[in-house]
């Protein structure tokens, strides 16, 4: 288990920052989760320095200014601490590299922690095997093979 204490996470100046994250395979993303320190192991209480508003990106390179948006998310702060968003966006492609472009905090006025964000997807391999299958069954339809 990834040790979510406080301060024991990536933290960058302000409520505004990204990350981006190169993953060993190319996959076809279906959803993200982002943990935070729970309230309660919080020693102010609070947790306002979490991610609040995000966008998640699907990268062809690091380089790339703008990659195809998979959704647009709000950490809720009263929730749990480990949430799990769904891909929004439709997904035409498989990516290997992942921007998380955070947008704001919960009102912590010097900085804005990260201390887990996942990934989740099929592998696409598996995707294009499914993509043949369901566009292949054999049977003729309105006249095609």
């Known amino acids: 288990m990834t040790d ?3 301060g024991n996470c990536w933290a960058f100046k302000g409520s505004y920052g990204y990350l ?3 993953l060993s395979m190319k996959i076809v993303p279906t959803a993200f989760s982002l943990d935070h320190t729970p309230k309660s192991l919080s020693p102010t209480g609070n947790i306002s320095s979490v991610p609040r508003d995000f966008n998640v990106y699907g990268l062809d390179d690091e380089q790339q200014e703008e990659g195809q948006l998979l959704g647009q998310f709000v950490y809720e702060d009263d929730g749990d601490a480990l949430q799990t968003f769904l891909v ?3 997904v035409t492609r498989a990516f290997q590299i992942i921007e998380m472009r955070v947008l704001s905090n919960w009102g912590h006025p010097e900085y804005t922690c990260v ?3 996942r990934v ?4 696409v391999e598996h995707y294009e095997l499914l993509t043949i299958c369901h566009s292949c069954t054999g049977k003729k339809r309105n006249g095609h093979s």
């Open 4 to 6: 979510v204490h406080p």
């Open 20 to 22: 981006v994250i190169g």
């Open 88 to 90: 929004s966006e439709e």
């Open 115 to 117: 201390y887990r964000f």
């Open 120 to 123: 989740h997807g099929k592998l």
